[in-house]
C-alpha cells in the first residue's frame, strides 16, 4: 500500500513564509503527477500547484508569483515553498500524487493533510 504523509504546516504571520514536504512511501512501482491542494473551512478543496514526473509546473493563479512546488524523484518527495503569506492562505493543505502501487495499479494517493494559519 502506498502512503502519503506531509509535513511543515504551522501557524505564521503575513509576509512569512513555509515550506511543505510531503513523502510518497510503500509498494510505489513509479509516480505520474504531484500536486498541493487546499481546502478552507466552508470551502471546496482546491488546486494550488503541481508538478508533471517531468518537472512541469502549474499554479493556480492566487498563488502565482508566491509559491514554488518542485519534487525530488530518488526521495518520492514533493515540496512547496510558500512566500509572502497571506490570511487567505489559510487552509488545510493535501499532497496528492498519481501513482503505480505494485500490487493495486495506478491510482490517486491523497495525504492527510496540514493545517497552514497565516494570523498576527
Known amino acids: 500500500q502506498v502512503q502519503l504523509v506531509e509535513s511543515g504546516g504551522g501557524l505564521v504571520q503575513p509576509g512569512g513564509s513555509l515550506r511543505l514536504s510531503c513523502v510518497a512511501s510503500g509498494s510505489i512501482s513509479s509516480i505520474y503527477g504531484m500536486g498541493w491542494y487546499r481546502q478552507a473551512p466552508g470551502k471546496q478543496r482546491d488546486l494550488v500547484a503541481a508538478v508533471t514526473s517531468g518537472g512541469s509546473r502549474n499554479y493556480a493563479d492566487s498563488v502565482k508569483g508566491r509559491f514554488t512546488i518542485f519534487r525530488d524523484n530518488v526521495k518520492n518527495t514533493v515540496y512547496l515553498q510558500m512566500n509572502s503569506l497571506k490570511p487567505e492562505d489559510t487552509a488545510v493543505y493535501y499532497c496528492?500524487?498519481?501513482?503505480?502501487?505494485?500490487?493495486?495499479?495506478?491510482?490517486?494517493?491523497w495525504g492527510q493533510g496540514t493545517q497552514v494559519t497565516v494570523s498576527s
Open positions: 496528492n500524487g498519481d501513482i503505480v502501487d505494485t500490487g493495486w495499479g495506478r491510482r490517486t494517493y
